[in-house]
């Protein structure tokens, strides 16, 4: 998940992530007891899992691995616009998944600062007992009223890869919740992938027909991303700024295999088809061991709280 929202996703993107709700799962005198849905709290939500990738080993694995590609081409976690010098600094990660980018973050950070983690599944973070005692995860759905403790209560919030939540092409709802979540002039980083720009590449002489097939199935139409610079601004934010990051051909593969597993994870969850899912697979990754590679470039976006008298705080 990063991951929450409880829509069907099949009619959308699912580029790197996307988060659900999970069904719990029946205890059985053979096997250990597993934590139920939705984490630790124990709360279970009565609803059908509508998330299209999957919460296991391998899905975590790819968790942590495309976070680490995200940090070597990004160069940060948070943007140098935004000041994290602070020693009591309030920072949210929603979607927070298996929490990878929380722990990364608070490497180097005094233990006055208070990091929050916010998913509707708490299914792939590890033991609470084992995190850092200033990370604190919450099940939180980003649809959902923002909990009293918590507005107004951040100076930074982070959400990335979201774009399967994004109901009817608007980020407005998601955009009011996440502005409760901050203090005025506190700053909102949203960090999403192209899913109309991206493109596939090959070197001379290879064909890339099924890549570009299995890839197909994971674009979207999500236009909102192109004007949401503007959409901020009109909603509570300022001096909203986007910024495009694009892997070169180096690094091409590493990328190109977490679409893969992305993909995988989507056909093996969603489309139920396995013998043609599993020729595409295989007929893919022959293009792409011989030269041919999905390229999608990173968006961020850096925008600003403005303060209740309706300026920005400076």
């Known amino acids: 998940m990063g991951e929450s929202g409880n829509i069907s996703s099949l009619s959308t993107s699912i580029c790197e992530d996307g988060y659900s709700l999970d069904s719990g799962i029946q205890e059985s005198d053979s096997v ?17 899992d509508p998330y299209a990738l999957m919460r296991d080993c ?15 081409l990004l160069g940060f976690l948070i943007h140098s616009d935004i ?14 998944g298996n929490g990878i980018w929380l722990q990364d973050f ?4 005094p233990p006055s600062t208070e990091l929050h983690g916010f998913d509707i599944s708490l299914d792939q973070v590890g033991p609470k007992a084992w995190l850092p005692a200033n990370i604190h995860m919450h099940v939180w759905n980003i649809f959902d009223d923002v909990p009293d403790e918590f507005i107004g209560f951040f100076d930074i919030v982070h959400v990335r890869l979201i774009t399967v939540v994004v109901k009817n092409n608007d980020p407005r709802p998601i955009l009011a919740n996440l502005r409760k979540l901050l203090r005025p002039g506190g700053y909102l980083q949203w960090d999403e992938v192209d899913t109309i720009g991206c493109a ?6 290879v064909s890339a027909h099924n890549l570009d097939e299995l890839f197909s199935q994971l674009r979207g139409h999500d236009t909102w991303k ?16 986007l910024y495009t990051y694009e892997y070169g051909l180096g690094m091409a593969r ?6 893969m597993s992305t993909w995988k994870e989507f056909a093996d969850n969603a489309l ?9 697979e295989r007929n893919a990754m022959v293009e792409t061991m011989n030269g041919a590679s999905i390229m999608v470039p990173k968006l961020v976006w850096v925008t600003k709280k403005i303060d209740t008298a309706g300026e920005s705080v400076l």
Request: aromatic share 10%.
């Open 106 to 109: 608070a490497r180097g950070k």
């Open 200 to 205: 596939i590449k090959t070197v001379p002489g």
């Open 83 to 96: 000041d994290t010098r602070a020693a009591d600094l309030r920072v949210a990660d929603v979607a927070t």
């Open 32 to 48: 250990p007891e597993v934590r139920t849905a939705n984490g630790w709290n124990g709360t279970t939500v009565e609803a059908k």
């Open 254 to 259: 590493f990328w190109s295999d977490v679409y």
């Open 272 to 280: 139920k088809t396995p013998e043609a899912s599993r020729k595409l």
């Open 226 to 241: 192109y004007e949401l610079t503007q959409i901020m601004d009109e909603n509570g934010y300022t001096g909203s700024t």
């Open 58 to 72: 391998n899905a975590n694995s790819r968790l942590t691995a495309q976070h680490y590609l995200w940090r070597e």
